[in-house]
């Protein structure tokens, strides 16, 4: 049965977020977080230390499965004691969970092979973001982990990132809106609104 806190945490949802299920709050580490507030200024404490770490590394990052995992791991191991590990139960989004490793290996054959065939980086990162939140590998955490994964990808590209407005797209935003319209459209093979998303948001820094 869900308790007060649980409720706390899962309050206020936009469309289209997973509720963290009872199995998954007992992971949370940081016993002081009671609401969905004080749990998105965790996450994003850590999140912010794994992109200082992998954003300004001049090491290549390399796209491979233990190298996905190990990502989400420092972006939420800090406050979960699931991150990094597969998903064991089936969320309202992502392939069924017997499927994630197949599905996450498929998408490194493809991205090697989108690469091959010189496509528009910007095309590939699309592509690669859709995928990666289509694939749903994780309890939760998946659109930020696949957002910091695609800017790892444009890192090595071009030197350049996409500056998401992370704090509009989780929470009940008109930029939410379109970004979750954009995932759907590329559910039926319509990449253009999602390129047209990440257009938007380019970064001209360098690191």
Do not use: C
């Not at 199995?23 to 949370?28: A, F, K, P, T």
């Amino acid at each position: 049965m869900e308790s007060d806190a649980d409720k706390k945490i899962n309050r206020g949802l936009p469309s289209g977020a997973t509720p963290l299920t009872k199995e998954d709050l007992d992971g949370l580490l940081p016993k002081y977080i009671n609401t969905r507030s004080e749990l998105n200024d965790a996450e994003f404490k850590n999140i912010t230390e794994a992109q200082k770490k992998y954003l300004l590394s001049k090491k290549e990052f390399k796209f491979t499965y233990s190298n996905l995992f190990k990502v989400h791991k420092e972006m939420f191991g800090k406050v979960w004691k699931w991150a990094g590990k597969k998903r064991k139960t089936n969320k309202n989004i992502g392939v069924d969970k017997y499927h994630i490793e197949l599905e996450l290996k498929k998408l490194i054959d493809d991205f090697e092979y989108w690469n091959k065939q010189k496509i528009e980086v910007i095309e590939i990162s699309a592509r690669l973001h859709h995928r990666l939140v289509h694939i749903h590998p994780f309890n939760n955490g998946n659109g930020r982990w696949a957002r910091f994964i695609v800017n790892l990808f444009l890192k090595e590209q071009f030197n350049s990132y996409l500056d998401f407005p992370e704090d509009e797209i989780i929470l009940a935003t008109e930029i939410r809106n379109i970004y979750i319209r954009a995932l759907q459209e590329a559910d039926k093979s319509n990449y253009d609104p999602l390129i047209n998303f990440h257009r938007r948001f380019i970064s001209n820094q360098t690191f």
